[in-house]
């Protein structure tokens, strides 16, 4: 573009407002970064001269797409656009979930800290040692530090687990806290709310590198309820939390406990993930209990992502699903030429065979998607079993003479096993006590690419399945979130509030294919998608991303 502006005016549109009403045909004014005029009357006339005119030929234009289910806090501190999520159409990024954030943090305490989003995040260590400059202690400190250069919004959750190591030190993986460590916790916190912090992220079900507990499940509810309701009184903050997941009372159990949580301090809480599998009754399970504290009086929703929740698996990389497994954690961790020789290494198979049966059905969903040589490219798209009983071995010892074979660049997909079943899934994104969320966008890098699912709402279940109406889709990515995650001034088209936009083409939305890239800092790589079919989005009245290339631009802020 010739010009950046943060006024435009974006005439001939289908207008979409974020509250779940029809449509309109008209045009949308912002100017200085704010809606002005919005509707079927509004005109040149409603926009200064200087304002950036844009057709939009009859396509759509909503209010710019909420992630309130992030991991961006490492990638914001060398990437401010939060690459790909713009370009999906979502201009507000929630970060500092499941526990974890860069901030609070002591100096002793960086590198631990950096170990964790290792083994929880799947974000390398190199990567934190040549992006993270940590130049913050507080957190407000660190939002400064993202401030200057934001394309994207940024909201950020506190993380349960770093704010008790900054309190208690060695003993936040110890045991529960005091009445004394619970006062200066509730201190920081107040002062992160002040600062901007959106709410606290707890976890009951993460482990550290060790795999010992992360600090935040040492936590008593009584030490959550007490930080809770320091957030209250300072007017601001939610509690999002990850259940033991793999473990269906334990789940619903702690769902319980927030439902508490929330009773007791007045703030919504969060769960994530809910997610539909045909081996468990769990999604069903929690939906009921949604249903039942919701009548008691309980703010509690779950988070559910729309896309089938498939994982790549490269040896050469992280992998959260192998980290489960003793033998082969111990192995993933180690530098990559003794990986593979070690993987190699058949006098270490037993051990390897034998843990492998914890993945239990996920054995009928191992897919060999992508070979890294033409002398397996044969076998991409079939099950590892079927592979295996062709050669007459064990289905470990199929994918690792493949692997080894290509130096564990081999990709296998766990594929079709988790929130794939149309009708399962639909019924929790339909559900109104379900969240759009957990997208987990900026985490678990080398599996799967988490951006792209507001794409994907919008060409798979509005387009293709016709599950809901483009309307309700747009109110579930933008108003419904902003209202319930306190993201202030944002998620309608609706005069006074903020410039974020996307406009699209209704019949060709999707999300592109994944492909691995090697674009991280550190020497890492990614999986990443591309959009298709959104033409512009802007975020404050300025166009910061547009046919297919990011511009100028730097409009984000802290909200």
């Known amino acids: 573009m010739a010009h950046v502006t943060n006024s435009i005016l974006i ?87 499941c526990s974890l954030s860069l901030a609070p943090v002591r100096a002793e305490d960086r590198r631990p800290l950096a170990c964790m989003f290792r083994q929880i995040e799947d974000i390398p260590l190199a990567t934190f040692e040549v992006a993270v400059p940590w130049s913050w202690e507080s957190y407000g400190e660190w939002l400064e530090f993202i401030r200057p250069g934001l394309g994207i919004n940024v909201a950020g959750l506190v993380g349960h687990s770093p704010l008790r190591h900054f309190v208690m030190g060695a003993a936040a993986q110890e045991r529960a806290a005091t009445e004394d460590e619970i006062a200066s916790m509730s201190r920081v916190l107040r002062e992160a709310i002040r600062a901007g ?19 935040s499940r040492y936590a008593t509810r009584d030490e959550i309820i007490a930080l809770g309701r320091a957030m209250a009184e300072e007017g601001r903050g939610l509690i999002q939390t990850v259940p033991l997941f793999f473990m269906p009372e334990a789940q619903l159990q702690n769902m319980r406990d927030m439902a508490e949580i929330s009773r007791q301090t007045g703030l919504m809480c969060s769960v994530a993930p809910i997610v539909h599998s045909p081996y468990t009754t769990l999604a069903a399970d929690s939906l009921k209990l949604l249903e039942e504290e919701a009548a008691t009086g309980a703010k509690l929703f779950g988070q559910s992502m729309p896309r089938p929740f498939d994982i790549n698996i490269r040896l050469a990389e992280t992998s959260f699903v192998l980290y489960a497994m003793p033998a082969w954690a111990a192995i993933m961790r180690l530098p990559l030429a003794e990986r593979l020789e ?4 058949t006098a270490q198979r037993e051990a390897l065979r034998n843990q492998s049966v914890l ?3 996920a054995w009928n969903h191992l897919v060999l998607s992508r070979a890294a040589t033409p002398a397996h490219r044969a076998l991409e798209g079939r099950l590892l079993r079927e592979i295996a009983t062709e050669r007459g071995v064990h289905p470990v010892d199929a994918w690792l003479d493949i692997a080894c074979a290509e130096e564990l660049q081999t990709e296998i997909c766990l594929r079709g096993m988790i929130h794939s079943d149309p009708a399962g899934v639909a019924g929790i994104l339909q559900h109104p006590l379900i969240h759009i969320g957990a997208s987990d966008a900026g985490a678990h890098i080398a599996q799967f690419c988490g951006s792209g699912d507001t794409s994907w709402l919008l060409g798979h279940w509005v387009r293709e399945l016709g599950v809901m109406s483009l309307e309700r889709a747009v109110h579930r990515l933008t108003g419904e979130l902003a209202d319930a995650f306190g993201i202030r001034g944002r ?23 994944e492909e691995f890239v090697k674009d991280v800092p ?12 959104i033409d512009c989005v802007a975020v404050g009245g300025s166009v910061v991303w ?9 409009s984000g802020t802290l909200v």
Do not use: K
Request: hydrophobic fraction near 40%; include cysteine; charged fraction near 25%.
């Open 197 to 215: 912090a959106a709410g606290l992220s707890t976890s009951y079900v993460d482990s550290d590198e060790n795999m010992r507990p992360v600090a």
């Open 546 to 554: 547009e046919n297919g290339a990011y511009t100028e631009a730097r």
């Open 359 to 361: 993945l239990g059905p």
């Open 491 to 513: 998620g309608r088209l609706e005069p006074g509030l903020a410039g974020d936009l996307v406009l699209f083409d209704a019949a060709t939305i999707d999300r592109g294919d």
């Open 342 to 345: 070690a993987f190699g290494d």
């Open 11 to 97: 005439e001939n549109a289908r207008l979409i407002d974020g509250t779940g009403a029809p449509e309109q045909r008209g045009a949308v004014a912002v100017v200085d970064g704010r809606i002005t005029a919005v509707g079927p009357g509004v005109g040149p006339a409603d926009a200064p001269e200087s304002a950036r005119r844009i057709d939009a030929r009859g396509r759509v234009v909503a209010p710019g797409f909420i992630d309130v289910h992030t991991h961006f806090d490492p990638q914001l501190c060398w990437d401010r656009l939060a690459t790909p999520a713009l370009e999906h159409g979502v201009t507000t990024v929630l970060a500092g979930n």
């Open 522 to 533: 550190g020497g890492a790589s990614r999986y990443l998608r591309h959009a298709r079919g």
